[in-house]
């Protein structure tokens, strides 16, 4: 009898409805642009992760190996940076297209610091603005992937495994 588990898709989604209000509560707040407040996004990910490959092996009863559970684990990484992919271009697009603005003002205000020149820093601008959107979805994609890589394999690595070979004799 095969037993019952999550699917990655149904944990994926959880997570990902998770991060969505938490990013959607700091927006309204007009905290998006706290660095301590996104790391928190990032480790509610973080644990996320490790809590599906241990939930994974859990329902499975330790009946499960490594890899496994490291699979398990890495396509609800996969499936929440699709997810967050996606709420990433609504949320620049419709959402909160100021975000642009107040990372622009940064850079230029991080620019102006440097001592570069009005030119350069005008130049850098044009740039960023135009490119904004491919360097937010590339960042996701780079940042949800490493850090889904690294939980998948603390989940698996503390989950509890204690797998049956068919090999072992019965009696």
């Avoid at 850079?107 to 601008?125: F, H, L, P, V």
């Avoid at 890589?149 to 019965?170: R, S």
Wanted: cysteine-free; charged content about 15%.
């Amino acid at each position: 009898m095969e037993q019952k588990t999550t699917s990655p898709a149904i944990k994926g989604l959880i997570i990902s409805l998770i991060l969505i209000v938490f990013s959607l509560i700091l927006q309204f707040l007009d905290l998006s642009s706290n660095k301590g407040l996104g790391s928190i996004s990032l480790l509610l990910f973080f644990a996320g992760i490790i809590w599906s490959g241990i939930i994974y092996a859990n329902q499975l009863h330790g009946n499960i190996t490594f890899g496994s559970i490291f699979a398990h684990a890495f396509k609800v990484a996969a499936a929440v940076t699709a997810i967050m992919t996606i709420f990433t271009i609504i949320s620049i697009k419709f959402i909160s297209p100021e975000q642009i603005d107040v990372a622009l003002r940064e850079a230029r205000t991080g620019m102006e610091e440097k001592n570069m020149s009005d030119d350069q820093i005008d130049q850098a601008m044009s740039i960023t603005r135009k490119f904004f959107l491919p360097f937010a979805i590339g960042g996701v994609l780079f940042i949800y992937m490493v850090v889904g890589l690294i939980g998948a394999l603390i989940g698996a690595a503390v989950a509890k495994k204690n797998p049956e070979t068919p090999f072992v004799q019965q009696g």
